[in-house]
């Protein structure tokens, strides 16, 4: 259930799906284990039990790519990290201290509580690190609908 509310996968998964999602939806086992220093195997067992959920697609020799539900999975780690981020950011951490710090605890918030946050802070397009985009936290839990007095 973690598509849904945004929990439940492992905070070196959330920062995997984001650095496939930074080079556009496809990468190769290899690059992700350089990126984050750690064994190819690794990644490849990570990698293996993201397809398991349904959320990657490991072709052999193209890479990894995104399921669609892996994408927009992706995409709200991505948005989820830079809202996260611009909070720490307005309390006075640099931008780099704050995507650092966002990046230690993003996946234990939920998208419940990503779209609040976001809707709260007026949806802002720019986060730190890129743009942020507002297609859940617009629609999620109908409250379009239910604005103003
Ligand atoms: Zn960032
Ligand atoms: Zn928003």
């Known amino acids: ?3 849904e509310d945004g929990l439940g996968l492992s905070p070196r998964k959330v920062e995997y799906l984001k650095y496939i999602h930074e080079l ?3 990468a190769k086992t290899n690059r992700i284990a350089g990126r984050f220093g750690v064994d190819p195997s690794t990644v490849t067992k990570a990698v293996d039990e993201l397809a ?3 959320l990657l697609v490991h072709e052999p020799y193209r890479g990894v790519t995104f399921s669609d539900e892996g994408r927009r999975c992706a995409e709200f780690l991505v948005k989820r990290h830079r809202i996260l981020g611009l909070v720490l950011s307005r309390f006075g ?3 780099e ?3 650092s710090e966002a990046s230690r605890f993003e996946s234990f918030v939920s998208r419940a509580a990503v779209d609040r946050i976001c809707r709260a802070m007026g949806h802002p397009s720019q986060g730190i690190c890129g743009e942020i985009t507002h297609e859940s936290c617009r629609q999620a839990g109908g409250d379009a609908g239910r604005e103003g007095p």
Request: glycine content about 26%; overall charge positive.
């Open 1 to 3: 259930m973690h598509r």
């Open 24 to 26: 556009g939806g496809v």
């Open 52 to 54: 398991r959920c349904g």
């Open 93 to 95: 951490l640099s931008g």
């Open 97 to 99: 201290e704050a995507c």
